[in-house]
Antibody
Framework: QVQLEQFGAEVKKPGASVKVSCQTS????????IHWVRQAPGQGLEWMGW????????RYSQKFQGRVTITRDTSANTVYMELDSLRSEDTAVYYC?????????WGQGTLVTVSS | QAGLTQPPSVSKGLRQTATLTCTGN????????TAWLQQHQGHPPKLLSY???NRPSGISERFSASRSGNTASLTITGLQPEDEADYYC???????????FGAGTKLTVL
């Protein structure tokens, strides 16, 4: 079955970077796009960007352009999202989601807390 | 970035019908249609429908979606206690070249 696994939680200080992983299984990794969506506490969903797992093409939300990098490792069927220059407003659950016309499978989310 | 507009909350009684709305414009909702997601507290979102009214396997027929112009709707019939959740609409915005979400509607089943 299709699975997107996200592990653990992260606590970071303002100004630091965080790299979150999304390990996939149960389908052909290179056939789908993977997106990153975050959700601040008590708030709605916010799209950050995506990567074509097949060719590596990436596109980011204008809001995060220059601060976010999405990469993939085809040998490990894993996608990564790195967010730089963290600030308190970046405290959120970060989800990866598979996409074909819509976000059909989601990871469990990784809580990233930014606090001094 | 501009998002989609959803009412913050809707309340309906058990076994009643709820209709949730999502308003956008011609570059998102009116372009390739809308997907609907359900999210229970503490869980990731779950896809209910996509491209206006396609249901993934395993999703109950009680959930149906439609679109009229730049407004999408999700209708839930025979409301059950487990339907109490947050519902989000999402769409690809061809002008922003970005995915956009609504702010979500909290559905309360009385």
């Amino acid at each position: 079955q299709v699975q997107l696994e996200q592990f653990g939680a992260e606590v970071k200080k303002p100004g630091a970077s965080v790299k979150v992983s999304c390990q996939t299984s149960g389908y052909t990794f290179t056939a789908y796009n993977i997106h990153w969506v975050r959700q601040a506490p008590g708030q709605g969903l916010e799209w950050m960007g995506w990567i074509d797992a097949g060719n590596g093409y990436r596109r980011y939300s204008q809001k995060f352009q220059g601060r976010v990098t999405i990469t993939r490792d085809t040998s490990a069927n894993t996608v990564y999202m790195e967010l730089d220059s963290l600030r308190s407003e970046d405290t959120a659950v970060y989800y990866c989601a598979r996409e074909v016309n819509a976000f059909d499978y989601w990871g469990q989310g990784t809580l990233v807390t930014v606090s001094s | 970035q501009a998002g989609l507009t959803q009412p913050p909350s809707v309340s309906k009684g058990l076994r009643q019908t709820a209709t949730l709305t999502c308003t956008g414009n011609s570059t998102n909702v009116g372009y390739q249609g809308t997907a609907w997601l359900q999210q229970h507290q503490g869980h990731p979102p779950k896809l209910l429908s996509y491209r206006n009214n396609n249901r993934p396997s395993g999703i109950s027929e009680r959930f149906s979606a439609s679109r009229s112009g730049n407004t999408a709707s999700l209708t839930i019939t025979g409301l059950q206690p487990e339907d109490e959740a947050d519902y989000y609409c999402s769409a690809w915005d061809n002008s922003l070249t970005a995915w956009v979400f609504g702010a979500g509607t909290k559905l309360t089943v009385l």
